[in-house]
């Protein structure tokens, strides 16, 4: 059974920093591409960042080099390092697997997700 489990979540001020994390479980790890998205009330869900098991990565272009995705395939967890946090980075943050060859932030290929971990930027 496919487990993925967000944490990291929390409030901070703008300008502060987050890091969240995945812990993935049930599946063979290095295998699939994983992303983080996120989604604001009433908005649809768009995808942050991208890693396939290569290391290889996207990003939104809006992120201007705030966020850094990363993993670690040993202990089979995906990071979303945020620094320098706006207002508008305030959604419920989501990790998620797919298994399609091209690793997209489309969240229609990806198959399984966290419950998410929602994160509050305040001025």
């Known amino acids: 059974q496919v487990q993925l489990v967000e944490s990291g979540g929390g409030s901070v001020q703008a300008g502060g920093s987050l890091r969240l994390s995945c812990v993935a479980s049930?599946?063979?790890?290095?295998?699939?591409?994983m992303g983080w998205f996120r989604q604001a009330p009433g908005k649809e869900r768009e995808g942050v960042a991208s890693?396939?098991?290569?290391?290889?990565?996207t990003y939104a272009d809006s992120l201007k080099g705030r966020f850094t995705i990363s993993q670690d395939n040993t202990k089979t967890t995906l990071y979303l390092q945020m620094n320098n946090l706006k207002p508008e980075d305030t959604a419920m943050y989501y990790c998620?697997?797919?298994?399609?060859?091209?690793?997209?932030?489309?969240?229609?290929?990806?198959?399984?997700w966290g419950q998410g971990t929602q994160v509050t930027v305040s001025s």
């Open positions: 998620g697997r797919n298994y399609v060859r091209v690793c997209t932030r489309s969240s229609a290929d990806f198959d399984y």
């Open positions: 049930g599946y063979t790890y290095s295998t699939a591409c």
């Open positions: 890693i396939d098991r290569t290391g290889r990565i």
